[in-house]
Nanobody, 118 residues
Framework: QVQLVESGGGLVQPGGSLRLSCAASGSISAINAMRWYRQAPRKQRELVASISSGGSTNYADSVKGRFTISRDNAKNTVYLQMNILKPEDTATYYC????????????WGQGTQVTVSS
């Protein structure tokens, strides 16, 4: 069984920073891409950032220059450093990873809430 567990969400003032973490555990042979999505109330889930197994990254235009995705392959963990946070960043953030066991499967974390408000 594989689990993705996120941490690091919370309440922060506009302009502040948060760092999200997502650790994969269980019987894992390999991890390919790892991603962060977010979903705000009454909106569709959107891709925020992704990182390949080799470290190549991509970002949504709305977070470029403010968010940084990184990963520690030894720890099966992906991070999202979020700076200069804005109220519109308020959402539940979900971790996603392509994990190989007997085949490649997409796994999701349970989500962590980020609220940006004064």
């Amino acid at each position: 069984q594989v689990q993705l567990v996120e941490s690091g969400g919370g309440l922060v003032q506009p302009g502040g920073s948060l760092r999200l973490s997502c650790a994969a555990s269980g019987s894992i042979s390999a991890i390919n891409a790892m991603r962060w999505y977010r979903q705000a109330p009454r909106k569709q889930r959107e891709l925020v950032a992704s990182i390949s197994s080799g470290g190549s990254t991509n970002y949504a235009d709305s977070v470029k220059g403010r968010f940084t995705i990184s990963r520690d392959n030894a720890k099966n963990t992906v991070y999202l450093q979020m700076n200069i946070l804005k109220p519109e960043d308020t959402a539940t953030y979900y971790c996603n990873a392509e994990i190989y066991r007997a085949s490649w499967v997409n796994y999701w974390g349970q989500g962590t809430q980020v609220t940006v408000s004064s």
